[in-house]
């Protein structure tokens, strides 16, 4: 059973910047690849970026492309989500999430196994 947990949230001012991470325990992230995701109220689930743990690829909503930087440290067994340039829309509870990389769509929320508890993200105006 793997477990997950985010760190890094917070409220920033636009145009700012915030690291997230997730922390994996119980198993190594090796052979999976790993989500980040976010959620408002009243709205599903939305896909932002992913990274194959053993290759290193990576994926990006188009929302976020040039603007949100993911990245894996092999030592800490972590995924990181490196967020600059926020902007207000960027708000939401951010989750990261893990499955092994030839499941399911690379954008579907169902298609993950693990989930960690959430981080909330704060961009004020």
């Known amino acids: 059973q793997m477990q997950l947990g985010e760190s890094g949230g917070g409220l920033v001012q636009a145009g700012g910047s915030l690291r997230l991470s997730c922390a994996a325990s119980g198993r190594t992230l090796s052979s999976y690849a790993v989500a980040w995701f976010r959620q408002v109220p009243g709205k599903e689930r939305e896909f932002v970026a992913r990274i194959t743990w053993n290759t290193g690829f990576t994926m990006y909503a188009d929302s976020v492309k040039g603007r949100f930087t993911i990245s894996r440290d092999i030592a800490r067994n972590t995924v990181d989500l490196q967020m600059n340039s926020l902007k207000p829309e960027d708000t939401a509870v951010y989750y990261c999430?893990?499955?092994?990389?030839?499941?399911?769509?690379?954008?579907?929320?169902?298609?993950?196994?693990?989930w960690g508890q959430g981080t909330q993200v704060t961009v004020s105006s």
């Open positions: 999430a893990t499955t092994r990389p030839s499941s399911g769509t690379y954008d579907s929320a169902s298609s993950y196994n693990y």
